[in-house]
């Protein structure tokens, strides 16, 4: 999974550590300009040193979302722990997303370049040729297939935290947008009837 994050105002005293959490983190503090402190280790460990001032805020992010704010005091005590929440299933969901959102583009560029070099074609009057190349257009995931993947997929990612949930389930919605969007099947439909249509022409 991809670590946590943080970020916090600098402070004086002695080099601290930041207590275990359930899962590696990324910390940066709120300085000007904001200093990035370093991931944890295995242990869920990280070293939090002194600044210019007493109290440093520290925000500990796992992936794109924030775990935590914590105000530390550097050398205060030998050791802090904090308990943070598991969010590796939101994490899951968002590298599963990123994937299926990219091959979404890709689909939508290889749709492009055949679409072109159908019209081309059928502007040449090579009817033959275009009916080869819309087969393989026709065979291409459409907008059915990656939808059901989808619905399919989604049932991985079920969680009893409301908050995680809403924020899982938004992903899946705003990539069902650009389906709807970007890989629509009527375009498709389109070209096969401008295929039929040089095909009446030229009878």
């Keep these: 999974a991809e670590p946590p994050a943080a970020e916090g105002q600098p402070a004086d005293g002695q080099p601290a550590e930041a207590a275990p959490t359930s899962d590696p983190a990324v910390i940066v503090a709120r300085e000007n300009p904001p200093v990035f402190l370093g991931r944890s280790d295995w242990r869920g460990m990280v070293e939090v040193p002194s600044g210019d001032f007493p109290v440093r805020l520290v925000y500990v992010k796992n992936g794109g979302r924030l775990l935590a704010r914590l105000p530390i005091v550097p050398g205060l005590e030998p050791q802090m722990q904090v308990d943070l929440m598991n969010d590796d299933l939101r994490l899951e969901a968002e590298a599963f997303i990123a994937g299926v959102r ?6 939508v560029a290889r749709r492009a370049v055949l679409s072109a070099r159908i019209r081309g074609r059928i502007q040449e009057n090579k009817l033959s040729e275009a009916e080869e190349m819309m087969a393989e257009l026709r ?5 059915r297939d990656i939808s059901g993947m989808l619905d399919q997929q989604q049932q991985r990612f079920s969680t009893v935290d409301r908050v ?11 990539t ?3 389906i709807a969007k970007f890989l629509k099947d009527d375009d498709v439909d389109k070209l096969a009837q401008e295929i ?3 095909q009446g022409a030229g009878s």
């Design 164 to 174: 995680m949930q809403r924020k899982i389930d938004i992903l899946f919605s705003d």
């Design 102 to 107: 990219s091959k979404i583009m890709d689909l």
């Design 176 to 178: 069902r947008e650009l």
């Design 196 to 198: 039929r249509a040089g």
């Design 139 to 143: 065979g291409l995931e459409s907008r």
